[in-house]
């Protein structure tokens, strides 16, 4: 089965969770007839095509790159051609990359198909729990501050900017506001504080004014002399990460311009 792919579209596709072959056919179909598939680990979904038979190019699209991605993706979705978005297993959402790039094709006049965009968003309310955190997947499980400050960026990448998920949402994370315990207390620390300080400059108010002075302090206070920053993952990430908190009131990146404190 195939696809159509005109006119240029992005489409966000559910790969499976356990089983390969609960691949859905629509789903192979748009893996196949895409131009190239953005992936969240290229190792692990060429797997997925290679169980199927399928060479479609893969592109990187994870954590770690995604800000410095979108542009040229979109620039390729302007030029004609239509992508797929997948992550590891299941929904591209709370805790993973992608949203940013379906906001920025819409943004930019790609077509994304509507039930997409409602279907994450959707999903991602529905991830939350009654005390405002996010589980990982629907089938339940306990909220955690690093998903938790993804999943409430991703409503705002939605467009969502108010509503009763994004109070509840910033309420949770500021029960984890950062003190001198933090690197120890929280797993995925960099992950987290990356998501939270986005989550709290589009917040603006007293969310961002009693955030970001504890973030500052503390990411300071824990720095080596040599100018690095240690942790979970490699030096590297965890320097860029504190790097890009420690900038975020100077709207470096692109996705903030005119939003936040004074936006």
Same mark, same amino acid.
């Given at each position: 089965?195939? =696809? ?30 895409? @131009? ?7 190792r ?28 040229g ?19 591209p ?18 077509? @994304?198909?509507?039930?997409? =965009? ?8 529905r991830?939350?729990n009654p ?20 999943? @409430? ?20 994370l500021?029960?984890?506001v950062?003190?001198?315990d ?62 890009? @908190? ?8 692109? =996705?903030?311009s005119g939003?936040?404190p004074?936006?």
């Amino acid at each position: 089965m195939t =696809v159509s792919t005109s006119p240029p579209t992005l489409y966000v596709v559910a790969t499976p969770i356990g089983n390969l072959g609960d691949l859905s056919p629509r789903a192979r179909g748009v893996l196949q007839s895409v @131009v190239a598939i953005c992936a969240e680990d290229t190792r692990h979904t060429r797997q997925l095509l290679a169980h199927f038979g399928l060479d479609t190019p893969l592109v990187a699209l994870h954590e770690h790159n995604e800000d410095a991605a979108v542009d040229g993706l979109v620039a390729r979705l302007l030029a004609g051609e239509s992508l797929a978005l997948v992550s590891d297993a299941g929904t591209p959402l709370v805790s993973d990359p992608g949203f940013r790039l379906v906001r920025a094709a819409r943004n930019a006049g790609i077509f @994304v198909p509507n039930e997409t =965009v409602e279907a994450c968003i959707e999903y991602v309310k529905r991830s939350q729990n009654p005390d405002g955190g996010f589980m990982y997947m629907l089938s339940g499980g306990p909220s955690q501050f690093p998903r938790s400050a993804a999943g @409430v960026v991703a409503l705002y990448s939605a467009g969502i900017y108010e509503g009763d998920e994004i109070e509840k949402g910033l309420e949770y994370l500021m029960q984890h506001v950062p003190k001198d315990d933090a690197f120890s207390r929280e797993s995925h620390y960099f992950y987290g504080q990356y998501y939270a300080a986005q989550a709290m400059f589009l917040a603006g108010g007293t969310y961002w004014r009693d955030w970001y002075p504890a973030i500052r302090r503390e990411l300071i206070g824990r720095q080596k002399p040599d100018g690095r920053w240690s942790g979970e993952v490699c030096d590297e990430y965890c320097t860029a990460i504190a790097l890009i @908190v420690l900038q975020m009131p100077n709207r470096y990146l692109p =996705v903030f311009s005119g939003k936040g404190p004074g936006g």
